[in-house]
């Protein structure tokens, strides 16, 4: 039975530079990067190529160490932009704090864990895939000191405007630091930490064919300066006092391979993914079967080229998910992050879907080396699902 992997939002495979460069840390510089001695050094080597690759695919020349912070996940990225902005500065407390209503929980529980310590958040709706651009300015206050928005929506592949939301946080409190969590859109969007006017920016490794328990934030020059973020790990010191704890050498050498590959091809990738996301479409439309399937379309100016949120007819997702699976299929219900909560996605509701909606949906997320044939095995596949459950349910 042949494999179809579409479940590239959770993560995604490793590609052969990563794989290479990781086996390359391991056996040749299994050195700590902080040790003075050559073997120490040739890890430093190697993590200083991982950062230059990494940031080179951010579009960022001459970048410092300071510059980008290797974690162990975006989900540390996204609470040390968060949780260290929030720390920074003691005139923080108190203070208002501006995000989306359909973050992922990365941010949504680390807004809610300060939020608790006394902090104001406003969560902007996102109705459509939309940011309510309109609520977002009456929010937008001089004592607003963090924005964090997410670049791609993780479950609907709405884009948001960060540029925008940027422009108007800065107007009204040009001291704000603005946050994007990228880890869906880095290699798939083109974008720079200047054209997104973005101080922090958190990435992911295994979405990008990297490999897992290694993610990065983009420090702004100008914030690095402005000491905009504390750590929230202590320790040694490392990643220029922002993250301390021995770096997982592997891992990032395996991050900045996967960046660069990645980079080269971009453009490219992300055509041919947008191709597959609008074959799929056509396919569904077309079929007797199949046209009982509706299609969860962001009303954003752009749509990500690699997600597709698709409702079932009324069938349960994880009912259809299983029936998927035993025919090699992978898809998923929504954020694998969340999943294993069992409880109806957020994103979904935010983007107004009633509960029995979005307990029908799934979501298909696309790499680059996925195919035609494969998108036609899932139709067949999705089709028996539709045909033999409906008839469960009579």
């Not at 290797?70 to 005139?91: C, H, M, Q």
């Not at 020059?221 to 790990?233: D, G, H, M, N, T």
């Not at 041919?272 to 009982?292: F, G, I, N, Q, Y």
Request: with cysteine; glycine share 8%; proline share 4%.
């Amino acid at each position: 039975m042949q494999t179809v992997y579409f479940d590239n939002s959770a993560t995604t495979p490793l590609c052969p530079p990563a794989r290479e460069a990781m086996l390359y840390a391991m056996d040749e510089c299994w050195g700590n990067p902080s040790s003075r001695h050559a073997m120490g050094a040739a890890a430093h080597t190697v993590l200083k190529k991982a950062r230059a690759q990494v940031l080179s695919a951010l579009g960022v020349r001459d970048g410092k160490d300071e510059n980008l912070i290797f974690t162990a996940s975006g989900t540390e990225a996204d609470n040390l932009a968060v949780i260290g902005t929030a720390r920074a500065k003691k005139a923080h407390a108190g203070g208002k704090i501006i995000t989306s209503d359909a973050e992922h929980p990365a941010i949504l529980r680390a807004v809610e864990a300060l939020e608790a310590d006394g902090f104001r958040v406003a969560r902007i709706p996102t109705r459509g895939g939309v940011f309510d651009m309109e609520r977002f300015c009456s929010e937008m206050t001089r004592d607003t000191f963090l924005v964090t928005v997410m670049l791609v929506n993780n479950e609907t592949g709405a884009v948001n405007d960060i540029r925008a939301i940027s422009a108007h946080a800065k107007q009204i409190n040009p001291d704000c630091v603005v946050h994007t969590d990228a880890v869906q859109g880095f290699l798939k969007l083109p974008f720079t930490p200047d054209t997104l006017g973005a101080d922090l920016i958190s990435l992911s490794a295994h979405k990008i064919h990297g490999p897992k328990g290694v993610g990065a934030l983009y420090v702004s020059p100008k914030a690095v300066k402005r000491r905009a973020v504390s750590p929230i790990v202590f320790g040694g010191g490392q990643e220029s006092g922002f993250r301390s704890g021995t770096e997982n050498l592997p891992g990032i050498a395996g991050f900045g391979a996967a960046a660069a590959a990645g980079m080269k091809t971009r453009a490219e990738d992300a055509g041919h993914m947008e191709a597959l996301r609008d074959t799929l479409c056509t396919m569904l439309a077309a079929d007797p079967v199949l046209s009982a399937v509706v299609r969860n379309t962001p009303a954003s100016a752009a749509i990500a080229p690699h997600i597709v949120s698709l409702q079932m007819p009324k069938i349960k997702s994880e009912t259809m998910l299983n029936f998927l699976s035993g025919r090699g299929i992978a898809v998923s219900s929504g954020s694998a992050c969340a999943a294993q909560s069992g409880r109806i996605s957020r994103a979904l509701l935010c983007f107004g879907l009633t509960e029995a909606e979005a307990d029908t949906t799934l979501r298909i997320s696309f790499n680059a080396q996925n195919t035609v044939e494969e998108l036609g095995l899932f139709c067949d596949a999705l089709r028996a699902g539709i045909r033999m459950l409906a008839r469960m349910k009579r």
